[in-house]
Structure formats: C-alpha cells, structure tokens
C-alpha cells in the first residue's frame, strides 16, 4: 500500500542558503526534487513516515547558465528543459539526447539532472553523456562547496558518495576544445518508450586527417554498478590507425571496464554483445 | 495552506502537504476526471496540465504545486459542449473504456505536431488496454489537422 501523507513531514526552503542549513539541522532528511523517482518508492509504501527537504523552491538551482569553461546546468533543470536548450543542444547534443529519452514527456517535464544523478541508478539516462563531456558534480553542504568528477560521485548500486547533509547544487559541463569528429548517444532499450535501458552509452572521438585516433571517449551505463568509461579501450586506441582490428581488439577490451549482469531486462551475454557492437560501429563509422 | 489555480480557479488547500495532486483533485476538488491507473508513472493515465505542461499526478505531493496552475479533463470541455479534441475522440472510437481517455486528452491537447508519427511519439508516454492506438492516433490527427480535399 501506498504511503500515508499525514505521517510525512515536508520542509520547504526558498533559497539554496535555507536548503543547505534546514538539511544540517535534519540530517535523516530526503531531498525531492521532481519526485519521479522518490514518489515511486512512496506509492509501493516503501518510503513511508519521512521527512522531506522539498527543493522545488530553490530558484538559484533551476537555470543553465554559460560560464567562462561551459555551462553550469542548475541541480534541479528539468529533462524537458535540457532537451529543449538550443545552447544545450549546440554545444552537448548527446545530453540533450540523452535527456529526451528519459521516460517519456510526462516524466521529462518533471524529472530534474540533479535527480538523475542523485539517485545513482546504473542504467540513468544521462550519465554516459555526463561521463564523456567529464562534468563536475557541484555540491553544498555546512562545512561547504566542493566539485566531484563525475564518476567519482558514484559508490555503487543507488550510491553515491554524497556525504549526509551534501546536496547537488549544479552540474557544470567544460566546453570541449576541438568539435569531435563523431559522436553517439544510444540507448537499448525493449521498447522505444518508457524502456530501463539495458545498455546505454555515449562517445565522443577525435581523429587525425590520416584517421589516427587522436582521443576516444566511450562511456557505458548499465553495464556495471556505476555509469562506466571504457579506460582500457580508450587508452588502447590512442595514437593508432582506425581500421577493423583495432575496432576488434578495442572491443576485447570491453571487459576490462565492465562487468554485465544477467537480471530481469535482459543477460549479460546479449549486453556485453550489443555494447561491443555500439563501440565498434562508432569507431568505424 | 497551499494555494493553487485549478481549471481556471484559485484553489485552497488545508490537508497533509505531502498529499498526491490526484488525491486533492479527486478527494477534495471533486475532480474524479483524472484517473490513477498505475500510481508509479507508466501509464499517463493520470496525466494534467502543470503550467500547461503534462505531468503524471501521481508523483506530485501537493506541496510542489504552491501558485502553479493545474488544467484537468473537466477544463476541456463539459458535456455538451466538448472542445473538438473530445468530438473527434468520439468520432472516430479513440476511446473505448475510457479510462485512458482523461490523460491521453491532455497530453494530446499540447501537442505541437500533430502528424501521425509526431503524434505516436507526443503520446509515448499513455498506455491504452483496449483500442491498440490506431484509433488514438486517428482522433487526434484529424481533430487538430482538417483532412484536406485531394
Ligand atoms: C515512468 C518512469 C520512467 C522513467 N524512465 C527513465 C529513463 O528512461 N531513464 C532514466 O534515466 N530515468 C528514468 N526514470 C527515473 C527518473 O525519472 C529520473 O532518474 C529523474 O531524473 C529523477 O529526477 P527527479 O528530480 O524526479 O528525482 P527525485 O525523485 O526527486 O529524487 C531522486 C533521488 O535523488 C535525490 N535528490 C534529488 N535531487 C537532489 C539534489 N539536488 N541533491 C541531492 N539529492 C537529490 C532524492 O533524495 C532521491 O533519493 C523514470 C521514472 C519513471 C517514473
Ligand atoms: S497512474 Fe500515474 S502514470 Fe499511471
Ligand atoms: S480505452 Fe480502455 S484503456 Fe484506453
């Protein structure tokens, strides 16, 4: 059965400062911010009798704003919105795809990056973009600011490595130096819509006019505990032809950086075969 | 309280802030239009306006929706007077149960593009048991787009 709304508590901030220290004074708080994760739990009853740090009316986190290095993208900026951005999309197409694909528009109208990433789920949409654009995860606590390479704000299944009282406040994004020469966001999911993907990934590479591979950047989401990017395979191309082989032997590499599991969406057979297919198509074109 | 505008009127609200949107729509507002078909996001069936976007109902603690405006099926048209929208539906059997219908009216009553493929994918988010979509589709590209004389 559902929770019960007379058992919660709700606090409701109005500004980053009140967030930040009504979170010190309440430290079994639960931050919400779209809710489209949270209030799932809540309907299943299986986050009843809490207290919650409502951040829906902390204004400073809602927009993207161009810095001097990139875009700092607001905690609580929603999919829709990311989706939408004409900057977003200029600059980052593979968040912006990433974003579009998150549920479905009712979801996306709600559902925030902040949240996205709090939540640590493996197969989250946005994170292999995140992983190759190499965001910082900008945190508030009382004791204050930090940032947090992306990867690094991830300790496992549905964890992070968020301290108690440590709120996401932005996502900042550096712009990257040289346009890529090919880039790919792809989610395989059971269905075009709504669908927990069972491989997501993103990349990024750059080549040299004799199709020397200058940088790679491939991310997988899904294939681990946490969002991964293939080091092993990356490190490996550097500096070499793009041909067949080296697509192969890239792809043998995959293992290295991932560990799929076998669960109710899929094996992890099909999903190391699907993300081996992904990386070698992107490197071929 | 929380006050917020619903279908065009101020609203108040005195009960427990962590309340659903669909819960005060249907148990204090009155407004039984709205349907809770899943409770966890699936199925649209839920789905209002928020500030004119769609939105799934049963996610929403009362709490967020503080001065933001809600539309709900009852503010596209009474009986009688249904908005071109609903007249299509009817026409061409986009509803058969009809427990979709309240959700899938919503979101198709913001759709930008309203050719059929645009429209399959504005509507991904709305699961319907009975009609197999085809009907749905149908509703809503002819209800926004007059059929032209070839
Ligand atoms: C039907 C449905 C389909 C979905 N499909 C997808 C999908 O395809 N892909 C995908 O990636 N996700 C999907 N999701 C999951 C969800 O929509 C996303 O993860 C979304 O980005 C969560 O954001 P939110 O603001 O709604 O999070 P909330 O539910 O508000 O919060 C999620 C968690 O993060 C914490 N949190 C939120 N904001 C902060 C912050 N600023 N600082 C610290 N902690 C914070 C909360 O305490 C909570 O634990 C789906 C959900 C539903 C219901
Ligand atoms: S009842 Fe809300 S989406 Fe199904
Ligand atoms: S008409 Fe019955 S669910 Fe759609």
Not at chain 1, 129 to 158: D, H, I
Not at chain 2, 69 to 91: A, D, Y
């Amino acid at each position: 059965m559902r929770g019960c709304p007379q058992g919660m508590t709700v606090l409701r901030p109005q500004s980053a400062g009140e967030a930040v220290s009504l979170f010190a004074e309440n430290p079994a708080a639960r931050p919400l911010a779209g809710g489209t994760d949270f209030m799932v739990l809540w309907n299943m009853g299986e986050a009843d009798g809490q207290t919650m740090l409502d951040l829906s009316g902390v204004r400073e986190w809602r927009s993207i704003r161009k810095t001097a290095a990139g875009l700092s993208i607001g905690a609580l900026v929603t999919h829709a919105e990311l989706r939408d951005d004409p900057v977003v999309r200029r600059e980052f197409p593979l968040l912006a795809q990433a974003a579009s694909v998150v549920g479905a528009e009712q979801i996306q109208n709600r559902g925030t990056l902040g949240g996205n990433i709090a939540n640590a789920s493996p197969a989250a949409d946005t994170l292999p973009a995140l992983a190759v654009y190499e965001a910082t995860v900008k945190t508030v606590s009382r004791k204050g600011a930090r940032g947090l390479p992306l990867l690094q704000t991830f300790a496992g299944v549905k964890r992070t490595s968020l301290e108690p009282g440590e709120l996401i406040a932005a996502i900042d994004i550096p712009y990257l130096p040289k346009k890529p020469y090919r880039q790919l966001f792809r989610k395989v999911g059971t269905r075009a819509a709504l669908a927990i993907s069972k491989t997501v990934a993103a990349g990024l590479v750059w080549l040299e006019r004799d199709r020397t591979v200058r940088e790679l950047r491939f991310a997988l989401g899904s294939m681990a505990p946490t969002v991964r990017r293939l080091r092993a395979a990356e490190d490996m191309v550097r500096g070499k032809r793009l041909s067949r082989e080296l697509a192969a032997e890239a792809c043998e590499l995959l293992p290295r950086d991932v560990s799929p599991i076998d669960d109710l969406r899929s094996t992890a057979a099909y999903r190391l075969h699907v993300s081996q297919n992904l990386l070698s198509d992107f490197l071929l074109g | 309280m929380i006050s917020l505008t619903v279908n065009g009127r101020k609203r108040n609200f005195k009960g427990p802030p962590f309340k659903r949107l669909i819960d005060v729509l249907r148990e204090d507002f009155g407004l039984t239009g709205t349907k809770e078909g899943c409770g966890e996001g699936e199925c649209g069936a839920c789905t209002v306006l928020v500030d004119g976007k769609p939105a799934a109902s049963c996610l929403i603690p009362i709490c967020q929706m503080a001065g933001r405006r809600i539309e709900t099926v009852e503010s596209l048209g009474p009986p009688g007077r249904l908005s071109p929208l609903q007249r299509s539906f009817q026409e061409h059997a986009g509803t058969q149960c009809g427990f979709c219908a309240p959700g899938l009216l919503m979101t198709a009553s913001r759709l930008k593009e309203t050719g059929a493929d645009a429209v399959r994918v504005g509507l991904s988010g709305h699961l319907c048991r009975c009609t197999g979509y085809m009907h749905i589709v149908e509703s809503v590209t002819k209800a926004t787009r007059p059929r032209r004389k070839r």
